[in-house]
């Protein structure tokens, strides 16, 4: 890094492979230099200050070493050793170990001497440490513990400002090592108590232990905690990322929280540290305790109040929204907690502002609305009450209608997924044309995240609901002169499974189709014989394609479950005329055909829907394959045989509806007397 920035301004982490710099403060001193020196090192510096910080190092040192020397504050033969400090500058900054050890023995010679121009010979080698081409070099020279030595000795903040800074920068872990030696880490501990320094202190040792465990335990229990909680009740924010990330929470004290919540409803608190604090405070409430004691002391009412505020400055605002994005993850992390649950019912005064929220046309605000109620839905009871007294889905589906910003959809898709799980809610629901609307997802170009939670909310919706399917499978134009006259929402959702490369919306779309195989199949009991043919005609007759996702569920090896599920749907289907037309069409593709035979005889086929090795083939006295896996564990057994119960009952389905069947596949059957 090049920025010559002041570390109080902001916190800088050590990336993965390039430690952060912790750069020097504004205030600075600079050493006066004799006119005779700079006139004499004016063409050098002409030529290093185009060169890299790091690279001018050994030149300005020897400035600040020859200004030392006429002062005789250091030994008259150093002079020996400007000519090779230049030297080494000319050869694009030489990491010389033998330089860097005389730059030792000089150090200590100043600090002997109480040079002042100890300070500006700090100040420039802490700025070389930003180049981690140094760092080795500085702690094999002992340049490194020089630093660490002084700061034990030393009181000058001028000049223990720059010795943090060149010890914040000890990477690799052979330094950090020398940092948290018993002998210096207390000192660093120290810089935090105190305060004067905390600023720098604090990056410091978040340097040091960041992704260094040896160095987070040392520091830990050396006793760095309190120092923090001090240093964050006194309004230092550096403490916040070293707090949040890198300490067990657990040891804290019980008003952690109560700190950090007095800290983000204090007067004019920047919203930057703003967000620190919010981040700080959701690593709290991952513990049971804090999150009591901020249930308890209904801080959640005084963080609604922080999303209030906005502002005409640009800049401002766009630290608000982080802030509030920040904000509602952790009011919906909370709030999925039992104990929430049962502080805050659907009568509270706190679920009424949230209620109020999901009509103001505010984002951030409807995302905490949606995210939070839907996180007290944990019930069928207070679901009931959400859609048949509030009339919360009502609100719900006119944000889905808008559509406008991504998360806000995402956020109300889940929330009336949750209320759709009651029997009671889903015709409510349905009635107010959520079919339709969350239809839009499929044809509109939106986040795939988006149209997976669409399709996982239908599914939810036709789960048991008869009506909910017909919605379905209603035309999109009532006009029957109008090619949309042949097409229905369910048309819409399998142009979708074609034209998605997503996965997991492939497969919810495949989880939909088989619901609704079981809804039709468990409601035909109550309807008489001509309703249930008219769903069936609709449903076979306009979407030849429908098999081809449940088709997609078997042919996948990954989730089992899923696999499973596919076959009991594809066995339902063909349980009529019209259904064992569209699963035949899918059986005629070769690869989904010997999917089939291999199901059921428990032997992978080679390629044209033979099982392979079938020559000498037996059955064990189980009935079960023997060219089956003995590796499988009980369940994924259980799992294959109902399996291959479900794919037996769709060939016989098949059979009995006079549907083509490869004969080949009919030989193999019979040769495996596997038929029933």
């Known amino acids: 890094m090049e920025e010559d920035n002041d570390i109080s301004g902001a916190l800088l982490p050590r990336l993965p492979d390039n430690q952060a710099s912790i750069n020097p403060p504004s205030s600075s001193p600079t050493l006066p230099l004799p006119e005779d020196i700079l006139v004499q090192t004016l063409d050098k510096l002409a030529i290093t200050q185009k060169l890299p910080m790091a690279e001018r190092m050994f030149a300005s040192l020897g400035i600040v070493f020859q200004h030392a020397l006429e002062k005789n504050e250091i030994e008259p033969s150093v002079r ?88 914040g ?26 305060g004067r320094l905390s ?85 709290f409430l991952q513990h049971d305790r804090f999150q009591r004691d901020f249930i308890e002391n209904d801080y959640v009412n005084d963080l609604l109040q922080l999303l209030l505020p906005v502002s005409e400055n640009p800049e401002v605002e766009e630290d608000l ?56 839905a944990r019930s069928d009871a207070v679901c009931r009450d959400m859609v048949s007294r509030l009339g919360l889905h009502e609100n719900l589906l006119e944000i889905l209608r808008d559509q406008s910003n991504v998360q806000t959809s995402y956020a109300a898709l889940g929330f009336l997924r949750n209320l759709a799980l009651p029997a009671e809610n889903k015709p409510i629901i349905g009635s107010q044309g959520a079919v339709s609307i969350i239809s839009d997802f499929w044809i509109t170009d939106v986040t795939p995240q988006v149209q997976h939670a ?11 609901s008869i009506g909910n399917v017909r919605w379905l499978l209603e ?36 989880r939909t189709v088989a619901t609704i195989c079981r809804c039709i199949s468990s409601s035909s009991q109550g309807f008489p014989p001509e309703s249930t043919s008219a769903i069936l005609h609709r449903l076979y007759g306009i979407h030849a394609d429908i098999a081809r996702p449940l088709a997609m569920m078997i042919s996948q090896s990954r989730l089992p479950v899923i696999r499973s599920e596919g076959w009991f749907a594809l066995a339902l289907m063909a349980r009529s005329r019209e259904g064992s037309a569209a699963v035949s069409d899918v059986f005629q593709q070769l690869e989904t055909f010997g999917i089939l035979v291999s199901t059921i005889t428990g032997q992978s086929t080679n390629g044209s829907g033979v099982p392979a090795g079938t020559i000498g083939h037996t059955r ?34 098949l059979l009995q509806h006079s549907v083509r069947v490869d004969f080949l596949f009919v030989s193999i059957l019979r040769r495996f007397s596997c038929w029933r």
């Open 80 to 167: 020996d050793w400007n000519a090779r400090l230049l030297q080494a500058d000319e050869l694009s900054g030489s990491r010389d170990i033998e330089v860097l050890r005389c730059i030792r023995g000089i150090l200590d010679q100043m600090f002997n001497s109480h040079s002042e121009d100890l300070i500006e010979a700090a100040n420039i080698l802490a700025n070389g440490a930003r180049d981690e081409s140094w760092r080795l070099p500085f702690g094999q020279s002992t340049i490194l513990e020089f630093f660490l030595r002084l700061i034990t000795l030393e009181k000058d903040e001028n000049l223990l400002a720059p010795s943090l800074r060149l010890i």
């Open 199 to 283: 600023d720098i202190a604090i990056p410091v040792i978040y340097n040091i232990c960041n992704d260094y465990e040896r160095a987070q335990y040392a520091f830990r229990t050396r006793g760095l905690l309190p120092a923090l909680l001090k240093a964050l009740a006194d309004s230092n924010f550096q403490a916040v990322p070293l707090l949040a990330h890198i300490y067990d929470l657990a040891e804290c004290p019980d008003e952690s929280c109560r700190t950090v919540m007095g800290l983000l409803v204090g007067p004019d608190i920047e919203p930057t540290n703003m967000l620190l604090l919010v981040n700080a405070l959701g690593v």
């Open 454 to 464: 669409s399709v996982g909310l239908l599914r939810q919706l036709l789960n048991g």
């Open 321 to 376: 929204t982080l802030f509030r994005s920040a904000t509602n993850q952790v009011l919906s992390d909370i709030s999925a907690t039992g104990a929430f649950a049962n502080r805050y019912t659907i009568r509270s005064a706190f679920v009424s502002t949230l209620v109020q929220w999901l009509s103001i046309p505010r984002e951030q605000l409807r995302i905490c609305a949606c995210l939070t109620l839907g996180n007290l």
């Open 169 to 194: 920068n000890a990477e690799p872990d052979v330094n950090r090592e020398q940092a948290i030696s018993p002998v210096y880490l207390p000192s660093l501990i120290d810089q935090v108590k105190e």
């Open 620 to 653: 064990d006295d189980s009935g079960s394959s023997s060219g089956s896996s003995g590796n499988r564990s009980e369940q994924e057994r259980e799992m294959a045989e109902k399996d291959r119960e479900n794919a037996l009952v769709l060939v016989n389905e």
């Open 475 to 510: 035309s999109l134009s009532s006009d029957q002169d109008s090619p949309a006259y042949e097409k229905t929402y369910l048309s819409l959702l399998l142009l979708l499974y074609g034209r998605t490369d997503d996965v997991a919306t492939r497969i919810e779309i495949g």
